[in-house]
């Protein structure tokens, strides 16, 4: 088991950024692969990013150059640099593990999830 732990949404209006972090207890960070995800209301739980056991980074097309996904194993962290917000990025963000080598985008092939934070960005 892996539990997840995210944090630093909130409001910001238009332009700005934010830095969500999640914090993950359990087995050994380093055995997973990390993503974030987002939904907004009425919508489908969408991919953000995700970054390997090794370092490599994915992004969603949409979002490439306003997000940088990172990660600490020596304090169990992922990071989500949000720059340049809109409110169309207004969402709950969910940070979750992967188990798998799949390299997959699909939440589906996520093992584990945190609860979610809330990001609202004002026009």
């Known amino acids: 088991q892996v539990q997840l732990v995210e944090s630093g949404g909130g409001l910001v209006q238009a332009g700005g950024s934010l830095r969500l972090s999640c914090a993950a207890s359990g087995r050994t960070f380093s055995n997973y692969a990390m993503g974030w995800f987002r939904q907004a209301p009425g919508k489908e739980r969408e991919f953000v990013a995700r970054i390997s056991r090794s370092g490599a980074t994915t992004y969603a097309d949409s979002l490439k150059g306003r997000f940088t996904i990172s990660r600490d194993n020596a304090k169990n962290t992922v990071l989500l640099q949000m720059n340049s917000l809109k409110p169309e990025d207004t969402a709950i963000y969910y940070c979750?593990?992967?188990?798998?080598?799949?390299?997959?985008?699909?939440?589906?092939?996520?093992?584990?999830w945190g609860q979610g934070t809330q990001v609202t960005v004002s026009s």
């Open positions: 979750a593990a992967d188990a798998g080598y799949s390299r997959s985008t699909y939440a589906r092939d996520y093992d584990y």
